[in-house]
Nanobody, 121 residues
Framework: QVQLVESGGGLVQPGGSLRLSCAAS????????MGWYRQAPGKQRELVAT???????NYADSKKGRFTISRDNAKNTVFLQMNSLTPEDTAVYYC???????????????WGQGTQVTVSS
């Protein structure tokens, strides 16, 4: 099995910054991609950003310039630096990992439990 543990959420004032972390552990041969998604109350879960093992990144248009995703492949960890936060960024942020558990095996999708980010004065 594979576990994803997120950390770094919390309460921040508008204009502030937060850095989220997500560490994957367990039966992992290779992680092809990791990413962050978020779900605000009453809304569907949406993409924030993803990053491949080679470092290629993809951002939702509204997050470009304010959010930066990065990754430490050696530690199976992904980060999300969030700057200039607004109340509209309030949501539960979920980590996702696309994991290959054995050489030549299929890729499975795993999710973390989520971390709450609240932007409020």
């Amino acid at each position: 099995q594979v576990q994803l543990v997120e950390s770094g959420g919390g309460l921040v004032q508008p204009g502030g910054s937060l850095r989220l972390s997500c560490a994957a552990s367990g039966s992992i041969f290779r992680i092809t991609a990791m990413g962050w998604y978020r779900q605000a109350p009453g809304k569907q879960r949406e993409l924030v950003a993803t990053i491949t093992s080679g470092g290629m990144t993809n951002y939702a248009d509204s997050k470009k310039g304010r959010f930066t995703i990065s990754r430490d492949n050696a530690k199976n960890t992904v980060f999300l630096q969030m700057n200039s936060l607004t109340p509209e960024d309030t949501a539960v942020y979920y980590c996702n990992a696309q994991v290959q558990r054995a050489y030549g095996g299929p890729v499975f999708s795993y999710w973390g439990q989520g971390t709450q980010v609240t932007v409020s004065s």
